[in-house]
């Protein structure tokens, strides 16, 4: 697969050998909360079906994890995302979601969900679009409270809508 803007990125599930790339970009991708290696490995051999790595020439450029919850297979749920701020693609972190979305939706899943930092411009406006890609607005709820977060982080705010065909 390759973006709709750049034939050089390439869109797949991540294999394990993913990983330590992906726990690297997420170390240098603020607000992003870093996860162990270990947590990344388990996501890329376990989810991979419902995540993504964007490629360019071989190196990651981005991801996407996410998942089914179990208790609600209705709802996709996207993880973390990011972009490497080098090799930034304008789209590029949209591409990739809706490839999750997509395949989320052709899967069975009737619902997009993910937590936002409340000062997060940037992916606030992400899931705008990608909302209205699916002919939708979010709905905007707390998901989880600074003080459930440790008292020193943001809280957590889910933004969820319903995927229905997305326009093109
Ligand atoms: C969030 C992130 C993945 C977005 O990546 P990106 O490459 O900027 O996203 P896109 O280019 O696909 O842009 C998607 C939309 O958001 C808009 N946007 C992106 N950054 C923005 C900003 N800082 N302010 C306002 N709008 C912004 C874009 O203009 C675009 O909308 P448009 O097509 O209508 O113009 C990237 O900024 C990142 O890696 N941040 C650090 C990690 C992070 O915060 N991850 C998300 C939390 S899990």
Not at 70 to 83: K, M, N
């Amino acid at each position: 697969m390759s973006t709709a803007h750049d034939t050089r990125i390439r869109l797949r599930p991540p294999t394990i050998a993913d990983a330590a790339a992906i726990h690297d970009l997420v170390v240098r991708s603020p607000p992003l909360d870093v996860n162990s290696l270990y947590a990344y490995l388990v996501w890329c051999r376990d989810f991979a079906e419902t995540s993504v790595v964007a490629l360019h020439e071989d190196r990651l450029a981005g991801f996407v994890t996410g998942y089914r919850p179990p208790r609600d297979p209705d709802t996709y749920f996207a993880w973390q995302s990011a972009v490497d701020p080098a090799l930034t693609r304008p789209g590029l972190a949209f591409a990739m979601m809706a490839e999750v979305a997509g395949r989320a939706r052709r899967a069975g899943a009737r619902w997009f969900e993910t937590t936002v930092n409340p000062g997060n411009r940037a992916v606030i406006m992400l899931i705008r679009k990608l909302a209205r890609h699916h002919g939708g607005t979010p709905e905007v709820s707390t998901l989880f409270e600074s003080a459930d977060l440790g008292g020193a982080h943001d809280p957590e705010i889910l933004y969820r809508f319903p995927l229905a065909e997305p326009w093109d």
